[in-house]
């Protein structure tokens, strides 16, 4: 099972091409007719803003007639980033079983009108994919088509009940295409807070990742250097200048990287997540544009050497499975590096497409 609170997590390639070429708007779900396709949907998640107590109930056997469940009670806390165009979502809760954690990036693509849901449990290492839909009748509905124990199946997230101070989240699975869902997950929240408290953002001293990106976190001038034509034999780059943002978020055990230039090719914004797996002791890198909004599907994976993190991946570059490397690397206290580059024979060469030279600001 990769997505939903069972989910799961692409590439700075990706994310460029959307910023380049409209992506292809993704099925229409269920619950969205043609209407709901005019409204503007951007603020649809303001009610979650805030921090809430929630009380959590989970079906041990989906897809089964066994009705044993566990639960759980914590705190979910959501604020905006990006600027207000995507909502951070940090769940904190305690079981039977101990503590368990998640972390939510919400993203809302203007042209399609709809909202993505990527999660990840405190025990995995990168998102993908994710959920996608929108509201109607102060109703949320997102899907995805997922596999469960090797069956494939869809996967709805339901938000519903929305009051100032309470709202209900449901998770639901199909085996048969939608024609009737068993409900695997509930969660009902009650506010406790309007905004986050500042103590809630900082790094946990007992948090469980890795410090290796601590050197990139603060604010950055960014001079950056990008070839337009990747794996074509030109030479045709361009220059941007802007800056670059990189928080600390869920306690420490990830970060993210909020990126803004301006060159002779136009603006360009992107938003870097980057979230460390305790198990495997990798990070995960995965990018988003407003344009896209939605996560890539294809999460780069990496681990740090000698103060260096190189993350890979597989992506279709021009039609053809093409290796890419992203990487970044302190080279003082004061200044940074990260390039990208591409290989389509295996790895025996690599072109660097794009070059990132980062100074510090003052703090």
Request: hydrophobic share 35%; charged share 25%; net charge negative.
């Amino acid at each position: 099972m990769k997505l939903s609170l069972f989910v799961r997590a692409g590439a700075l390639a990706a994310a460029l091409a959307c910023a380049l070429v409209a992506s292809p708007a993704p099925a229409a779900d269920p619950a969205t007719n043609a209407a709901d396709t005019d409204r503007d949907g951007s603020r649809d998640f303001d009610f979650n803003f805030g921090v809430w107590k929630t009380q959590i109930k989970r079906k041990v056997h989906p897809l089964t007639t066994s009705g044993e469940t566990i639960e759980l009670s914590g705190t979910v806390s959501v604020r905006k980033v990006w600027g207000g165009r995507a909502l951070l979502e940090e769940i904190e809760t305690q079981g039977p079983k101990g503590p368990w954690e998640g972390l939510s990036l919400f993203l809302y693509k203007p042209g399609a009108h709809q909202w993505s849901q990527t999660f990840i449990g405190s025990k995995g290492g990168a998102f993908s994919g994710g959920l996608i839909g929108g509201f109607k009748d102060g109703r949320g509905e997102l899907y995805a088509a997922d596999t469960f124990d090797g069956r494939a199946i869809l996967v709805r997230g339901v938000w519903s009940d929305v009051r100032p101070t309470s709202h209900r989240y449901e998770e639901s699975y199909s085996a048969d295409g939608g024609k009737t869902w068993d409900v695997v997950l509930t969660a009902n929240k009650t506010k406790q807070a309007d905004a986050v408290p500042a103590s809630a953002l900082a790094i946990k001293a007992d948090h469980d990742g890795s410090h290796e990106f601590d050197f990139d976190l603060g604010d950055w001038k960014t001079h950056s250097r990008r070839l337009m034509h990747p794996l074509s034999g030109a030479n045709d780059w361009v220059e941007l200048d802007g800056g670059t943002n990189v928080t600390p978020i869920w306690g420490g055990k990830a970060n993210l990287a909020e990126f803004q230039a301006q060159g002779a090719s136009g603006p360009l914004e992107l938003l870097a997540l980057r979230v460390y797996n305790p198990t495997t002791k990798q990070w995960s890198i995965n990018f988003a544009t407003p344009k896209a909004g939605a996560l890539g599907d294809a999460p780069g994976i990496g681990e740090a050497r000698d103060g260096r993190i190189d993350f890979y991946d597989q992506e279709p570059i021009n039609g053809r499975a093409t290796l890419v490397r992203f990487s970044i690397w302190g080279i003082s206290a004061d200044k940074a590096q990260s390039e990208q580059a591409f290989s389509a024979d295996g790895g025996r060469t690599w072109e660097t497409n794009w070059i990132n030279q980062y100074t510090r600001l003052p703090r």
